[in-house]
């Protein structure tokens, strides 16, 4: 039997009028007839410049800034979250953020503001300094006033002890005219939906399928969405490996990794893939079903000897290594029962060097031309162990097999890994887009092996060349 979409909206309970549309996008509701709020802007329509953007009000008290645009409705079904006509002070007049945005002179036509609003509430924390404020601002782009006062207004923002509404992800099915959205509330369940419609949508975070619905305007008939799933949300440390749930977003990933000297440099990458508001809602499961060759997330699980978790109704769990995955361009071993269920993500093992690598146009919210993750391990002046993964080489990612046997029981030499790049010519032919060249791929991603033997034979060097 269907149900009601409910939600806690600008800290006031709502249910929506029965047959709502689940898999319009939040964006197209809120300015629609129902809602009429029309702060929230559209402007990319792909999750890039951030007009849109709302922020989810957590049950622990976090706010998560996401972009509207990718979201769909059926996925705010039991959460609270704020628009920009939620703000106010407590006179009732503007609220904080708007005030000092305005007395910094940090708006000019005022399209972008709204979303830049949202995502400063969702960031408040002026200790931060202003790379606080640089990477709370990476998903807003500005067209007329220019960053630096907005900037300001960011660094000097103070949390103003907002208590977030009480709400409880929860389960449901809701269906419209030609349109069905599953949220089930077990790991048992959501097999089972996906053995009744092996065609249905997977949807995860919605920051791939969403650009489906907003961009492309599909409209998808059956809809089997993971946030309710508490099995696919765990994030545990199972000895030298850590298991991440195939529903696990990447900023919670972050929050995760962050401290942890061991995945320091995957943390650093992550701060890169995308905004604040995509980290929000992506999750690396998805990132997996998606198989994109230039998904940021998918090297590293090359390069640490991953193993994900799949499972059926009708089969129960099988796990498989990373490398074998990805059977071709945006295809993977999975089956149309099957779902990902958890990665298993094994710790760089002691006295090895890991580094997570990223080109692009923009330092922050931009796709990769050439993304990497090395894992190399020295023993006694010789490469015991290489493993080298590349994104955006190839129709899949890849591992570089001629460049790790040029490594592979050789010195630490400088001689070493020049001939190690030479060679990734035999691993990868990278094609021409514009993003990047074949040549200037392959150019790249043989300085990026360069660069890789100063930081093992020199770790006291500094080789950051980007400093926001």
């Not at 009732?92 to 005030?99: K, M, S, T, Y």
């Not at 943390?267 to 995509?278: D, H, K, N, V, Y």
């Not at 499972?311 to 990805?326: C, L, Y």
């Not at 997570?356 to 015991?384: M, N, P, W, Y």
Request: contains cysteine; hydrophobic residues 40%.
């Amino acid at each position: 039997m269907s149900g009601c979409i409910e939600f806690v909206l600008n800290g006031a309970p709502r249910r929506l009028s029965p047959g709502t549309r689940p898999g319009q996008t939040l964006l197209e509701w809120l300015r629609g007839p129902e809602a009429r709020l029309t702060g929230t802007k559209e402007g990319c329509a792909e999750g890039d410049c951030g007009a849109c953007t709302v922020v989810v009000e957590e049950p622990d008290g976090g706010r998560t800034p996401v972009n509207a645009c990718l979201a769909l409705l059926g996925q705010m079904h039991g959460r609270a979250f704020r628009t920009v006509e939620g703000l106010r002070g407590e006179d009732g007049g503007p609220h904080p953020v708007q005030r000092v945005m305005a007395e910094a002179d940090a708006t000019q036509c005022g399209f972008c503001t709204p979303g830049i609003v949202m995502s400063a509430w969702a960031h408040p924390r002026a200790s931060e300094g202003q790379g606080g404020a640089h990477e709370a601002l990476a998903g807003n782009l500005c067209r007329c006033t220019g960053y630096r006062p907005i900037l300001d207004a960011f660094a000097a923002l103070e949390d103003d002890g907002v208590a977030a509404p009480q709400a409880g992800l929860s389960s449901g099915h809701f269906s419209a005219e030609g349109q069905a959205f599953h949220l089930p509330a077990s790991l048992a369940e959501l097999l089972d939906l996906r053995a009744a419609f092996p065609d249905a949508w997977l949807l995860a975070g919605g920051t791939d399928l969403g650009l489906r619905v907003s961009e492309h305007r599909e409209v998808p008939g059956r809809i089997l969405c993971l946030s309710a799933v508490p099995e696919l949300a765990r994030v545990e440390r199972n000895g030298e490996a850590l298991s991440i749930g195939a529903a696990v977003t990447y900023g919670r990933l972050l929050r995760v990794m962050e401290g942890d000297a061991a995945f320091a440099s995957l943390a650093a990458l992550l701060r890169r893939l995308g905004s604040r508001q995509i980290r929000g809602m992506g999750t690396l499961g998805g990132n997996l079903g998606t198989a994109s060759p230039i998904g940021d997330g998918l090297p590293p699980l090359l390069a640490l000897g991953a193993r994900i978790a799949l499972a059926s109704a009708a089969r129960g769990e099988r796990v498989v290594e990373a490398d074998s995955f990805f059977t071709g361009y945006r295809k993977t071993l999975l089956q149309a029962d099957e779902i990902i269920t958890r990665i298993e993500l094994r710790r760089p093992p002691p006295g090895s060097l890991f580094v997570c690598e990223k080109l692009s146009k923009r330092h922050d919210q931009d796709i990769s031309t050439v993304s990497a993750a090395f894992l190399v391990r020295v023993a006694e002046g010789r490469v015991a162990e290489a493993r080298l993964a590349f994104g955006g080489m190839a129709a899949t990612p890849v591992r570089a097999r001629h460049a790790e046997a040029c490594l592979t029981g050789g010195e630490l030499t400088e001689a070493m890994f020049e001939a190690a790049a030479r060679a990734l010519a035999d691993d990868v032919a990278p094609l021409s887009d514009w993003r990047g060249s074949a040549d200037y791929r392959l150019s790249g991603a043989r300085g990026l092996l360069r660069r890789l033997y100063w930081r093992a034979a020199r770790p006291d060097l500094s080789l950051e060349v980007h400093a926001p």
